[in-house]
């Protein structure tokens, strides 16, 4: 079967936007607040804020995003996080009062008892030699000056250490321009690792998947700045806490208006060169695609003057589209369809760019599966079911599975996907 072909994504034409002002928590009651999904703050936001438009985002740079662009009024996030975004974008500022305070913990699947005790071990000797507090003043900066980053030497032996994270949120933890895990949690998880004499691996993910990992043993620990909330501790278990958040209130500060992005400058409507009309324009720009992609290898080949810049998830690509990092991006068409549902500062280029064969890969010594599925295949597009799951998953953007029987009787289908 064929995929969908290859767009373009880029800003839309817009006009200028200005936000609602807000200097007070009262001046939120009504406003547009974003936050990040299955987050303590966003159970603030519900909880204290019940009239205003509460918006969840998989990566809380998304809602600063969105902010930025005129579509939010407020974000709710983390202290540290929040300092981090104020000291990168002076055109935001931080409410001085807290909304709320937590505990930041490591979540431990129950029953993992000897592994949280030790755990529980190694942040008391951490609280009583100082090393936390050392970790604060390195990692909690009120300027941008390089983060001064302790070298831990780590086993190689040994059963792997699996750390689960979300990787989004500087400086507690966040992906560094080597493609490393880092920050305050970072360096925390390697200490950790150290400790117990057990090699590191950081498995990055969306901040809602984080405690569903941990229960599935997909991960060991949790260490992603969460908070051990009554409601979590239902479900995992925290170790002692290891840093006091606050949850704040990001917003605009007085006199800043946001402007959508525009292919038109003010002066006589003619249009701005930097802007992209046309692939062609793409020649000598700053091009985001999927790391390892066949747009990644497009994008090398064809635009060989053009600044190729590779990144991880699609949220990371359109978070440097709205932010400015890149001109364009190259992504799969029926990959946007829903994206461009909720994200109405995103634009396609026509026409499209190319188009690719996509299919399932097998085991090279299990003809009988594949030609099984070739079949399966041929069977539900000749009996509608194909064009139907077309049609609901990509076109109608209808998220819900259907019932689907299974007896369940010819063995387990094991099957490898990529969840993002």
């Known amino acids: 079967m064929l995929l969908s072909v290859v767009w373009l994504v880029t800003a839309i034409t817009g006009c200028s936007k200005n936000g609602r002002l807000i200097k007070s928590f009262a001046d939120a009651r009504y406003a547009k607040i974003g936050v990040m999904i299955g987050s303590t703050g966003e159970a603030v936001a519900i909880a204290k804020f019940p009239e205003a438009s509460i918006k969840s985002f998989d990566d809380i740079m998304d809602a600063v995003a969105a902010i930025k662009s005129g579509q939010l009024d407020a974000v709710i996030t983390s202290s540290p996080s929040a300092l981090q975004i104020t000291k990168k974008n002076p055109e935001f500022m931080c409410l001085p009062e807290a909304l709320d305070r937590e505990d930041t913990s490591i979540a431990v699947k129950k029953g993992d008892d000897k592994l949280l005790e030790e755990v529980n071990k190694i942040i008391g000797e951490l609280k009583a030699n100082g090393m936390l507090a050392d970790m604060n003043r390195r990692w909690f900066k009120k300027d941008l000056t390089p983060y001064d980053e302790k070298e831990i030497v780590l086993h190689q032996d040994g059963p792997v250490l699996k750390i689960g994270v979300t990787a989004t949120r500087e400086p507690f933890i966040f992906i560094d321009k080597n493609g490393r895990v880092t920050g305050f949690d970072g360096e925390l998880a390697r200490i950790i690792g150290a400790r117990l004499h057990r090699p590191v691996e950081f498995y990055n993910m969306k901040f809602i998947s984080l405690i569903p990992s941990l229960n599935s043993r997909k991960v060991d620990l949790v260490i992603s700045v969460i908070s051990a909330t009554k409601e979590r501790k239902k479900s995992v278990n925290f170790s002692q806490p290891y840093f006091l958040n606050a949850q704040v209130m990001l917003v605009k500060k007085p006199g800043e208006a946001t402007t959508a992005l525009s292919p038109y400058n003010n002066v006589g409507g003619k249009k701005d060169q930097h802007k992209i009309f046309s692939a062609a324009d793409l020649k000598e720009k700053r091009i985001g ?67 690719v064969p996509v299919g399932n890969g097998f085991n090279i010594h299990n003809d009988t599966l594949r030609e099984k599925f070739n079949l399966f295949i041929k069977d539900i597009k000749k009996s509608g079911v194909y064009d139907d799951m077309v049609s609901r998953w990509m076109t109608k953007g209808n998220t819900v599975m259907p019932p689907i029987k299974n007896t369940k009787t010819n063995g387990l289908l094991t099957v490898g996907i990529s969840s993002d």
Do not use: C, W
């Open 289 to 355: 695609v999927l790391l390892g992609s066949v747009h990644d290898s497009y994008a090398i080949k064809t635009y060989p003057k053009a600044t190729i810049l590779q990144y991880r998830t699609l949220s990371d690509i359109v978070l440097a589209v709205k932010t400015g990092k890149i001109d364009a991006a190259i992504y799969t068409y029926d990959g946007l369809l829903d994206l461009f549902r909720t994200n109405d500062d995103l634009g396609m280029l026509e026409p499209p760019l190319f188009s």
